[in-house]
């Protein structure tokens, strides 16, 4: 009888996702904004909803923000797990590439791509001990690095020193640091002061 029960109890979850009312494209990324970067319950049911949304539209930026959220979830959320993160970033990354995305500057803009391997970065070496894995994504970054942006060009160098630092290898930390300490222009002093 149990049995009965639990079967339609599933059956009726999967009607219900697949008899979701389709949200317009705009109000996806409206959603996506409001809950990037978090971490509660309640922004993981809408990075799920975002998901099934955009694959019923075949809209790919949603999908592919829908899974940077995810990847961000399980990387600092209470409910931190390493092989959901390398799941959603596998997904992630393959779609970039069979896209063709990294040729189109208006869609990396709109993903914050360069920000998407500084996360995912920062996610593995600081939140799950994982250096190297993490120092392989920082160096995603470098390419897609505009001409004149500053303040990324030195999240990822600071990035990449912190890298060194928690390896012990002081001296790459320092050769990867000392140039932007000697920049007067594009380092603020606050930054100066706080390496």
Not at 101 to 106: F, R
Not at 184 to 189: E, I, R
Request: aromatic fraction near 16%.
């Amino acid at each position: 009888m149990s049995i009965f029960f639990f079967t339609l109890f599933l059956g009726n979850i999967c009607y219900a996702q697949n008899n979701e009312p389709l949200i317009k494209i705009s109000d996806l990324d409206s959603l996506h904004n409001q809950f990037y970067g978090q971490a509660s319950e309640e922004a993981y049911l809408v990075h799920n909803k975002l998901l099934r949304q955009s694959k019923k539209l075949s809209y790919d930026q949603g999908i592919l923000s829908a899974y940077k959220s995810l990847i961000w979830y399980y990387g600092v959320s209470a409910k931190a797990n390493i092989d959901s993160v390398l799941h959603y970033a596998d997904l992630f990354e393959t779609k970039v590439i069979t896209k063709s995305i990294k040729a189109d500057t208006l869609l990396i803009k709109a993903l914050k791509l360069p920000q998407y391997y500084l996360n995912k970065g920062q996610i593995l070496a600081n939140g799950f001990g994982l250096p190297e894995q993490g120092l392989e994504s920082y160096f995603k970054v470098y390419p897609l690095i505009s001409e004149g942006d500053t303040k990324l060009f030195i999240a990822y160098n600071v990035s990449i020193a912190e890298i060194y630092y928690h390896k012990f290898q002081y001296d790459k930390a320092l050769e990867v640091l000392t140039p932007l300490l000697k920049d007067t222009v594009g380092v603020g002093s606050f930054t100066k002061k706080y390496y």
